[in-house]
């Protein structure tokens, strides 16, 4: 059973689509962190988000973390084929060190 | 600044033999970490550690040892390799937690027959 729940697994869109990726979860975390990961490559932190109900930007991503500091979502403007790749969110569970990931969504933006 | 550097890039490994994973830091973060990454299952911890002499399971920790005598080096250890084990296995350290950025070596992908 995965802690974080991402969906949808997987998005294929044309170029200048909007998008909107969701990290799910029924526990409450004290910040949650997105990554994105390009083929042969390891993961790259994009954005933490702290503070319930806060929206952070990016360029054309936009993340937000829920009111109730359970979800958060990635929102992409007029996507780009540069977009493509594997994204990913993260967030502290418990104390003492554990930064679990969801499964991830695997985005494929198409020229 | 090579940050975080993990060796091999691949290995083959037979049914039972033994190998170790190598990550290095240089960057003097307090934190590291092991994952592995398999299709559809995101990123799972294996070990972590939050200092020189400091390390504790994650949520995949069977078939696997660490351990951390200095701040720069956290080599993961399969004693009995399964095909089970076949992954991409990725190092990640940070500067004091779980709370800051984590940063990623670039992989190594493991294959067991």
């Known amino acids: 059973t995965q802690l974080l729940e991402q969906s949808p697994q997987f998005l294929s869109i044309q170029e200048g689509e909007n998008l909107t990726v969701y990290c799910n979860s029924s526990s409450v975390f004290s910040s949650l962190q997105w990554y994105r990961q390009e083929p042969g490559e390891g993961p790259v932190l994009l954005v933490t988000v702290v503070t319930g109900g806060e929206v952070k930007k990016l360029k054309r991503l936009t993340f937000q973390f829920g009111d109730a500091r359970k979800d958060s979502s990635l929102h992409i403007t007029a996507a780009q084929p540069g977009d493509t790749g594997l994204y990913l969110c993260?967030?502290?569970?418990?104390?003492?060190?554990?930064?679990?990931f969801g499964q991830g969504t695997e985005l494929s933006v198409k020229p | 600044n090579a940050g975080v550097t993990q060796t091999p890039k691949f290995q083959v490994l037979k049914t039972g033999q033994s190998m170790t994973l190598q990550c290095a830091q240089d960057?003097?973060?307090?934190?590291m970490s092991w994952y592995r990454q398999d299709p559809g299952m995101g990123l799972r911890l294996i070990h972590y550690?939050?200092?020189?002499?400091?390390?504790d399971q994650g949520e995949v920790p069977n078939g696997y040892n660490v351990s951390r005598s200095t701040t720069e080096d956290f080599p993961l250890r399969l004693l009995s390799a399964a095909p089970s084990q076949t992954s991409v296995y990725f190092c990640a350290s940070s500067l004091t937690g779980f709370d800051s950025p984590l940063h990623f070596g670039n992989g190594t992908r493991l294959t067991v027959t």
């Open positions: 993260a967030g502290p569970y418990n104390q003492g060190g554990k930064l679990i």
């Open positions: 550690s939050v200092g020189a002499g400091i390390t």
């Open positions: 960057m003097n973060h307090e934190y």
